[in-house]
């Protein structure tokens, strides 16, 4: 039998599976990074594996996976790896959270991307990274935020609960030395929460804010669905995960808006994550499935 190895390269770092064995590393995808050599540079500081097949889920593909040889050589230069799965970490998320049955997964994190997979035929929606797409994620949150803020607090808006809500926020800003870099988007990512709690607490830009993301999310999930041949009448599973999701008002939200497109939509929880879809596609889907997934062998 085949040793497989998983590996999630993220934003914030990777993880390895190999059977029972989880190995992380602070090492991810750094901003205007390609996975290639992100995972070089992951693969150069993390212990040594073995194996025959690699799976790898990566962020940073936009939803178009390509050059898989180039993955196997590399994978074949640390594992001796004779197969590996290139595939597109929203894929690897639909199929871990779902098993492969027809459905969305709708991914919110820093950025967002939303997967429908039916009867084999699979769509990618957003993921467009933060300058022209990731609506509704937490950087859009904190982004939207922190803009309304400051706009308030030069008199640009009326809505003063804004400024005492996220005076920290608006304090971090001017301490920004460069304030369009990878520090401002940092920033605006780790708002999200409080944007959240405040819409939680009654503050209504903060509210108006929320209320428009659950909105946007719902459009990407809905257009998932009907990208990979699915109608209104079908009853879809729907899985919404990610750190913003956690925040039971906007998952709530969320839903209420796909169901008042997809009424027979039913909200269900993950079955597992990035590694276990990897581990699966590896072990049970040995074709390519163009764009999202590639096998180099």
């Known amino acids: 039998m085949n040793q497989v190895l998983a590996v999630d390269l993220g934003q914030s770092g990777t993880r390895f599976k190999q059977g029972d064995l989880l190995v992380t590393s602070d090492r991810g995808k750094v901003a205007g990074e390609n996975p290639l050599p992100a995972l070089n540079a992951v693969f150069q500081s993390t212990q040594k594996f073995t194996a025959d097949v ?42 871990g959270a779902l098993n492969g049955r027809n459905g969305v997964v709708l991914s919110v994190g820093g950025g967002v991307v939303a997967i429908g997979g039916r009867e084999g ?5 957003d993921g467009l990274g933060n300058t022209f797409g990731d609506e509704g994620s937490g950087f859009w949150l904190g ?21 005492d809500y996220f005076a920290d926020e608006i304090d971090a800003y001017f301490a920004l030395e460069i304030r369009n870099s990878v520090d401002a988007v940092n920033l605006a990512t780790r708002t999200a929460k409080k944007v959240l709690d405040a819409a939680d607490a009654g503050v209504s830009t903060a509210t108006a804010i929320v209320d428009e993301g659950a909105f946007l999310l ?25 750190g913003p999701a956690r925040n039971a008002s906007y998952s709530t939200k969320i839903a209420l808006e796909i169901n008042a497109k997809l009424p027979n939509a039913v909200i269900v929880q993950s079955s597992g994550d990035n590694l276990d879809g990897a581990t699966w596609i590896a072990n049970n889907l040995h074709q390519d499935a163009p764009p999202l997934l590639l096998w180099a062998t």
């Open 121 to 125: 035929q699979y769509a990618h929606r």
């Open 54 to 95: 690699v799976a790898l889920s990566c962020t940073g593909f936009y939803g178009v996976v390509s050059e898989p040889h180039k993955y196997l050589e590399l994978c074949h230069q640390y594992f001796g790896a004779s197969q590996v799965a290139v595939i597109d970490d929203g894929l690897a998320g639909f199929v």
């Open 218 to 242: 719902a459009q990407t999930a809905v257009a998932a669905w009907y990208g990979c041949g699915g109608k209104k009448a079908d009853s879809p599973e729907i899985v919404i995960q990610g």
């Open 143 to 163: 982004k939207l935020a922190i803009t309304k803020a400051l706009a308030v607090r030069q008199g640009r808006g009326d809505d003063p609960e804004m400024v």
